[in-house]
């Protein structure tokens, strides 16, 4: 697929992005090539690969997801850029993960939930993997608490309702 770069630009619609994620999810080449633009590629083309990845996880096209989630995983924690990290989190919250990769997203999670300069879409992603960890980790719940607690006014109102729902349903 050498010319799916010149399709990961500025302006790409939402069906663009889930046909070409539809496509990848039965594609490994396109699905590694999309891996490619994301590490060695400019921003856009590099934000865009994310987004399709992202929204192959939304269709449930987890398949290839799951195969490469290590390379995922160090994408998304070696990329400082929001969007591709926003995207590659949905992809691992979707994928099923190895024990070891589970403890270490957990871990990204709970300190990219701590960092006050991350943008609040990271903050959501994170809460959500944590949530779905603490069925299997209960004891992170009071550490989770905490930091939800901690983390109540630092960003809008949105984020404050949000977070305080989430701590009375943790609280019950």
């Not at 070891?100 to 903050?123: E, P, S, T, Y």
């Not at 004891?139 to 905490?146: H, R, V, Y």
Request: net charge neutral.
């Amino acid at each position: 697929m050498e010319n799916l770069e010149s399709l990961l630009v500025k302006g790409i619609n939402k069906n663009d992005i889930a046909a070409l994620a539809q496509a990848a999810g039965t594609d490994e080449h396109m699905f590694l090539h999309l891996l490619d633009v994301i590490e060695n590629g400019a921003q856009t083309p590099a934000m865009k690969a994310a987004w399709v990845i992202g929204t192959m996880s939304d269709q449930g096209a987890l398949e290839l997801i799951d195969k490469y989630a290590e390379r995922i995983y160090q994408l998304a924690t070696e990329k400082p850029v929001g969007g591709v990290v926003r995207e590659l989190m949905k992809a691992l919250i979707a994928a099923n993960l190895s024990e070891n990769l589970q403890g270490r997203f957990l871990d990204f999670c709970f300190k990219q939930l701590m960092r006050m300069d991350v943008d609040v879409a990271l903050k959501y992603n994170s809460n959500k993997y944590i949530l779905k960890s603490l069925k299997q980790y209960p004891e992170l719940k009071d550490e989770f608490l905490s930091i939800l607690e901690s983390q109540l006014d630092s960003h809008n109102d949105a984020w404050k309702k949000y977070t305080s729902r989430i701590i009375a349903r943790l609280r019950k």
